[in-house]
């Protein structure tokens, strides 16, 4: 069976020294509570979800007689979690909450997706389902609604997405018909619906998307419904069958202990629902909760991939070949230096990303910059991360390929979250039209700002290399947007749109490096006053920043290359 090692000194640092969150004065938090918030978690993520990961994996979902039902060994651990309070870690205080700062939240929970990503799915949908029905929801939903999903009682799902109109939900053909009192009618199918039904809770709120009667077409005639699996009554209690079903569950790759449902409304009778936000508005309250996901999706790749770090240097450390332990080779030595430096970058990016989220009310040019790394966040992390997996197989050799020491399931388990809530081709496109073009590129460039007083403060004597390599791929960023935009002018859109994803992990490689350097730097200032372990962690800093610039940075100037080189429309060219 695999091993669980969280790298807790390494996290301690982005939350306490390079992000201060204990400075979040509202929560009232002191180093020693973040630390000690960080290490009860991770002891939970230990002994409660760790375990549970293969042996769900193994076990699986089954649908039988009409119903879903989830690993055995997922059950107490469900229980547990709530009654933990976990759940509540990070929510608003009025509903029951345990508000903290939000990237301590985020690092929280990527410990525990990391251990058992399946699993987290259920709560972690649930939560960003609450979010909506709390934000947006009538009182009769926050009186009765939210209660019983804090408590683990009833849980959540997002239902987007339809046979023939997956990325093009403006396709969908799912209808809503009044009825009176508020009520809708839903009537169809709705496909790939994570935790759309599970033993674990005792009902599910579906917020699914549907078109009214004479809505226009397209996403601007979409509407959004909370779809409860089964009736509520005044009371706020379960009250028979809302004819919700899962027609049947997906056979997948990975992530065998995560629900995926076909799920059908008002196929045998009629389906009721809440219309929640205002009629037509369905995209943009989805997207409170698609945000949150696809933040999720990042972090799954980050979490997964910085614990098959952790496997892979155990184990490199402990098996020998040819006289000595095989991370003294240096090929593989170089690939778990590679694999944790990427890792940390991740971890840094998801973690400096939430952190904004505690800014934003005090600085509204945040939320551009939020905007912006959202995308980074998800496609980069989930691409590294299933690399950092594969990499950490290799590790292991012809025992990486095989159960027994579980780090195979990381590979499975982590290449979905580069397709779903998005593919990472969607969230480029997102990214260079919406969040730069449309923007006029206004928050990539206070995100290049900040990313050159960084470059240019760099001590030459010490970072000479690296501080020319980014002052290079800084230019060559504008030589790229430059490109781009003149694309823009021209109406040649084919011609921004084929270089959309080479343009966005140029982006997520300079903002990872950015904050590699930012770690660095000020590892570099703590190194002459530490000693022992401690010295030893901030020259691993150093180190990861300067193998982050030389073994994935350097690919920067490639990549802007080929995209002011290659001119050509792909659409026009054969295959």
Not at 124 to 129: F, Q, S, V
Not at 250 to 256: A, D, L, N, S, V
Not at 321 to 334: L, W
Not at 343 to 352: F, P, T
């Amino acid at each position: 069976m695999g091993y669980y090692k969280a790298d807790i000194r390494d996290i301690e640092f982005n939350l306490i020294e390079l992000l201060k969150v204990q400075e979040h004065t509202k929560y009232g938090f002191g180093e020693q509570d973040v630390k000690g918030i960080v290490a009860e978690y991770s002891k939970f993520v230990e002994n409660e979800i760790f375990p549970t990961r293969e042996p769900s994996d193994h076990e699986g979902v089954k649908h039988v007689k009409g119903k879903v039902l989830v690993p055995e060994s997922l059950k107490s651990l469900q229980k547990n979690f709530y009654e933990n309070g976990w759940f509540a870690l990070g929510m608003p205080e009025e509903i029951g909450g345990t508000p903290v700062p939000e990237a301590l939240y985020v690092a929280c929970m990527s410990l525990a997706t990391g251990a058992n990503v399946a699993w987290m799915m259920y709560p972690g949908l649930t939560r960003a389902a609450l979010n909506v029905i709390n934000l947006k929801g009538n009182p009769f939903m926050k009186t009765n609604i939210v209660p019983k999903m804090m408590s683990g009682e009833w849980g959540g799902t997002m239902c987007l997405t339809e046979a023939g109109a997956g990325s093009d939900v403006g396709a969908l053909r799912t209808t809503a018909k009044p009825i009176g009192n508020g009520m809708y009618s839903i009537s169809g199918t709705k496909i790939f619906i994570s935790s759309g039904e599970s033993d674990l809770y005792e009902n599910n709120m579906h917020l699914v998307l549907a078109r009214t009667p004479g809505a226009p077409e397209g996403s601007k005639g979409i509407s959004l419904f909370v779809v409860p699996r089964f009736k509520i009554n005044d009371q706020g209690i379960n009250a028979g069958s809302n004819n919700v079903v899962c027609s049947k569950i997906e056979h997948k790759m990975g992530i065998h202990a995560s629900a995926t449902c076909e799920m059908q409304f008002g196929i045998d009778g009629q389906s009721e629902g809440w219309l929640i936000g205002e009629e037509l508005d369905g995209m943009a309250t989805m997207f409170i909760m698609m945000n949150e996901a696809r933040l999720y999706c990042g972090i799954q790749g980050e979490s997964q991939g910085n614990l098959a770090y952790q496997m892979a240097e155990k184990y490199t450390k402990e098996r020998s070949q040819f006289g000595k332990e095989i991370i003294n080779h240096p090929d593989v030595r170089r690939n778990l230096l590679k694999m944790r430096a990427i890792s940390r970058g991740m971890r840094a990016l998801c973690l400096h990303t939430a952190d904004l989220f505690n800014k934003v009310e005090d600085d509204q040019k945040v939320e551009g910059i939020i905007g912006l790394l959202t995308p980074i966040c998800k496609a980069y992390c989930s691409e590294q991360g299933f690399l950092v997996s594969s990499t950490a197989l290799q590790a292991h050799g012809g025992y990486g390929y095989c159960s027994e020491y579980g780090v195979e399931q990381f590979v499975r388990d982590t290449q979905i979250a580069m397709i779903y809530e998005g593919t990472n081709g969607i969230q480029a496109i997102d990214f260079v039209m919406r969040k730069i073009l449309k923007d006029g590129g206004k928050s990539l460039g206070l995100l290049t700002q900040d990313i050159v007083a960084s470059v240019q403060a760099l001590d030459e004597t010490k970072f000479k290399k690296e501080k020319d390599l980014f002052n290079k791929v800084l230019l060559s960023a504008q030589t790229v947007m430059q490109q781009l935009t003149t694309y823009g002018k021209s109406n040649q859109y084919n011609l921004i749109l084929q270089n959309c994803s080479d343009f966005l992990h140029f982006a997520s490689q300079m903002v990872v490096a950015w904050k590699l350097l930012q770690s660095a730097v000020l590892a570099d200032q703590k190194i002459q006053t530490s000693t022992g372990d401690e010295k030893k962690y901030y020259e691993s800093k150093v180190v990861d920043f300067k193998v982050y610039c030389a073994h994935y940075l350097t690919h920067n100037l490639s990549i802007a290359r080929t995209v002011t080189d290659f001119t050509e429309d792909v659409t026009a060219l054969e295959i």
